[in-house]
Structure formats: C-alpha cells, structure tokens
C-alpha cells in the first residue's frame, strides 16, 4: 500500500509538471543559481544609479520601460528610487562641478585609473542609507531590492553589493551594472553568503570609448572568482546611455530575481522527498 500511494503521489507531480510551461526561464537554462524568495511578499524595489553629468531624471522613464516588458515589474509591485548624485568638482575637468558620486581621475577608465577610495566609501554609504529608509519606511527587504547603475552608478552599486560586511547586512536580490566597472583599489574578498545570493546582469557596449569594453573582462573575471553568478551582455555600441536590447536584458533579470520560478527537476525532487518524508514518519499511525 506504502509502495501504491508513493507511485500515484510521484505520477500527479509529474503529470501537472509534464502539462504545465516550462518553469526555466532562460538564466536557468544557461546554468545560473536559483534562489528562492525570502518571503511570500511580492513587492520589491529597484534602486538605480545615473552616471557622472547625468541627473536622476534621465532615468526616470526606467518605472514605465521596464514594466512594458515584464508587466510583473509594474509601480504597483516595484518602487522605482532613482536618487540624485550631490554636485562634485572633478578632477578630470580641471575641477568643474557637475552631478558625480565620487572624484575622476583618468579618462577613459582602463585597468590603470586611479581611485577615488574616499568618495567611492561615502556613496557606498549613501546607497545603504537609501536601502535602510526602503526597508525601514517601505517594510522591503534587501533580499526583494536589486541595486543598479550605469558607469559611475554602475560601480557604486556594484561596491554596494558586494562588499557589504557587517553580519546584519542581507544580500540583494541581484545587481544591474550597465557600461560600469569594478574599481581597480577594491580587491579584498566578497563574503561567500552575499556572493552565492547576489547575482550580476553585466552589460556593456563593445565600441565603449569612454569605460573601456575590456573592463567588463575584467571585472567578470575578478567577481566570478569570488563565486558570483554573472551574466555577461554585449552590444554593437558605444557608451550609450541604454538601448532597447539593454533595457529589454535588465527587465528580464530583474523579473527573474524578484520572480523566481522553480526549475522542474527541483519541484519534482522535493516533493517527492516531501511525500516520502510524510509516510516513512506516519506509517504507523495509518496502519498503511
């Protein structure tokens, strides 16, 4: 009788999986984790950097572009934070004050940039203040929060989320980096736990005359050896602010970490694990 139930059990989990769409979504086919969400909350948030020169707004349109491709990523599920860099003088432009999360040296951005480690520290510090009043005001999370920018944003969001140290600090839900880089000055080790539950959509331009192309090589290099999950994008552009294909890449990331779906071999396994659990514990009590 034991031997019966666990077969029909196994046959409707596999029929209703046989009949169902394909829970993969492409990131799982390509061998990237799966990480399930931390709650039942679907709600979530994007906080997105602009780039040096820019201003929150040229990224204001992100709350209506990328919910037309994920409609799951609608303002009625996601808030959009696109914060405003403070106005710095730039050493690079003889000291010319424009929107800029930390101080620029060298131009374009190579292996050899220097860094400007102090203000590289102070926007990593506004960036938690930021994910502080989004949980604290908004009761979200950081596991339902990706972090994301483009160039400068980009590397400021990249630091925030993976040299987050101190034990209170969960991990992201994932990191956008569009055109960005790692800084050269940060090299010590990621910690294992935010490293496995935060993966990177990397996405850059392959003409990029301003953050060199090779800097994505690069900075892929140094985080998959620290046991980050990134997935790599490229485009037939220069250091364009973004285009559709980008945009279209980011949504479906974003969906995909906010929105994971169970792989089909994982729901088989556990629910089967699950059904024989529950008879090898019970058989008694049911006389089966």
């Not at 039942?40 to 992100?62: C, E, P, Q």
């Not at 990249?158 to 140290?165: D, E, P, Q, T, V």
């Not at 169970?262 to 019970?282: I, W």
Request: aromatic share 10%; charged share 15%; proline share 6%.
């Amino acid at each position: 009788m034991h031997q019966l139930i666990m077969m029909l059990a196994l046959h409707a989990v596999v029929s209703l999986l046989a009949t169902s769409t394909s829970l993969a979504s492409a990131f799982q086919d390509a061998g990237h984790r799966w990480h399930p969400p931390s709650s039942g909350d679907d709600r979530g948030a994007v906080i997105f950097l602009h780039g040096m020169g820019d201003t929150s707004s040229g990224w204001a349109s992100l709350d209506h572009m990328l919910p037309a491709v994920c409609p799951r990523l609608s303002t009625d599920k996601i808030e959009y934070i696109i914060p405003q860099a403070p106005i710095k003088g730039i050493t690079l432009n003889g000291g010319q004050l424009v929107p800029a999360w930390f101080d620029l040296f060298d131009w374009p951005i190579d292996s050899t940039s220097r860094d400007d480690v102090i203000g590289q520290l102070n926007a990593v510090c506004m960036v938690e203040e930021i994910v502080q009043s989004v949980e604290q005001e908004r009761g979200i999370p950081a596991s339902r929060i990706v972090v994301g920018g483009f160039a400068q944003g980009a590397a400021v969001a990249m630091l925030a989320s993976y040299f987050r140290k101190e034990r209170k600090h969960q991990p992201f839900a994932g990191c956008v980096c569009l055109s960005g880089w790692l800084p050269n000055s940060w090299n010590f080790p990621v910690n294992s736990y935010i490293a496995e539950m935060t993966p990177l959509l990397w996405a850059h331009g392959v003409f990029d005359n301003k953050v060199l192309f090779h800097q994505q090589a690069l900075g892929v290099q140094r985080l998959e050896k620290e046991g980050i999950d990134v997935i790599q994008k490229n485009y037939p552009c220069a250091h364009e602010s973004f285009q559709l294909q980008e945009i279209k890449d980011m949504a479906e990331f974003v969906d995909h970490v906010l929105f994971p779906k169970v792989p089909k071999q994982m729901a088989t396994a556990e629910f089967v694990a699950s059904v024989k659990y529950l008879f090898d514990h019970n058989t008694d009590q049911y006389n089966l």
